[in-house]
């Protein structure tokens, strides 16, 4: 028997991160509805997700957008009211009406709307890991302040949050072992590098990701934003925090204990595992991901990532064509 019905306001709806959790959502009527649907500027796209779920309230945060979605809703017949402007992106995410917000936007976009939901003590879904990797410390605060339940659905951090203690504490927590697939350029040395494009750069092998988060797992960089984000969200320092190369993408990451013990998350590589684990936590429903078939796995390869320059291995520099690849997305 589900709980009471969740009211979510999706952050980002027009994104990766968005359709999954919408995916999720559908799923189960009985659990979830939706309160607010945002966008940057895809209108078209917005207004299609506003037919399907009819939300109380959309937002456009480019202004721009404002008069194509309230003549689109109007059009639509549907009630919702048609929002524009950052500001409103934080009246839906402290909207009591919405008990719960998914951070779904990407970038610094995100930052301030996140807080906001923090500070109004929401159950908040945190996909957008530059409100972590750029105000960890406020938002922390803000969390506890405002009594908020941040649950992560980055997956590595989902994994983390899966694996750790159940009460919270790192006792007995000697480190944690975030995985990185190594994306779509593992194993290229500079030379290859050179002619390489943004679509391929957005080719992931495993997981199909929005463009600013596919370069930079193309670069690794995100794996750098990720070790930041778990240091923030569990309390633990740099050097309890390690990184391993994982290609398959199927562990999505490891808590190593003092015992010996290594607990670990393992699934297939789609997101809606991790978002529908954070929008029933602490239960758990049907994600819509096929089960993991083991047999079938050759095999798990794990190596350490390269931690130092070689004339081999393609350390971004301001001339890097990965760092203009990053550029132009
Ligand atoms: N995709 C994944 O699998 C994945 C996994 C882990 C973590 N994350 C994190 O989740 C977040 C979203 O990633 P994504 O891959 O879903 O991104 P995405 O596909 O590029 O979608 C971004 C969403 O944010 C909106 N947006 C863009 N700029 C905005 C702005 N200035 N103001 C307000 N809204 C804005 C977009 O609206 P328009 O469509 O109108 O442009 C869209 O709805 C990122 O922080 C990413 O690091 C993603």
């Known amino acids: 028997m589900a709980g009471p019905l969740k009211t979510i306001a999706l952050l ?25 649907l945002s966008a940057h500027g895809r209108v078209d796209e917005l207004l299609a997700l506003c037919a399907r779920f009819r ?27 048609a929002l524009a402007g950052p500001q409103a992106l934080d009246e839906v995410a402290t909207d009591p009406a919405n008990d719960t917000v998914v951070a779904a936007i990407v970038g610094a976009a995100g930052v301030a709307s996140t807080l906001a939901a923090a500070r109004a003590g929401k159950r908040l879904l945190l996909a957008n890991k530059e409100s972590v990797v750029l105000a960890g410390e406020l938002l922390m605060q803000a969390a506890r302040a405002g009594g908020a339940t941040l649950l992560p659905v980055d997956s590595e951090h989902n994994a983390i949050f899966q694996c750790l203690p159940a009460d919270g504490g790192r006792g007995g927590v000697r480190r944690l072992l975030l995985t990185a697939s190594g994306g779509p350029f593992r194993g290229r040395t500079r030379a290859e590098l050179a002619g390489i494009t943004p679509d391929q750069a957005c080719a992931h092998p495993n997981w199909v990701m929005g463009r600013k988060i596919s370069v930079d797992s193309a670069t690794l960089m995100n794996k750098g934003l990720e070790v930041i984000e778990a240091q923030h969200l569990f309390s633990l320092p740099a050097d309890r925090i390690e990184v391993v190369v994982h290609p398959q993408s199927i562990v999505h990451s490891l808590v190593d204990y ?53 004339p081999a291995w393609p350390w971004p520099t301001a001339r890097s064509p990965l760092v203009a690849v990053r550029r132009r997305c």
């Not at 709806?13 to 607010?36: E, K, N, Q, W, Y």
């Not at 991901?289 to 350490?304: C, I, Q, T």
Request: hydrophobic share 40%; proline share 10%.
């Open 12 to 36: 980002g709806a027009t994104g990766s991160i968005g359709g999954s959790t919408l995916d999720v959502v559908a799923r189960h009527p009985d659990r979830f509805r939706i309160g607010a």
């Open 55 to 81: 939300p109380d309230a959309a937002v456009v945060a480019d202004p721009a957008g404002f008069t194509a979605l309230r003549d689109g809703l109007h059009a639509l017949g549907l009630p919702t009211r």
């Open 258 to 310: 003092v015992d010996g013990s290594v607990l670990a998350q393992l699934g297939n590589p789609d997101m809606r595992t991790a978002l529908a684990y954070g929008l029933a936590w602490p239960e758990r429903i049907d994600s819509g991901v096929a089960p993991l078939d083991l047999a079938a796995l050759k095999h798990f390869d794990f190596e350490p990532p390269t931690s130092r320059p070689s």
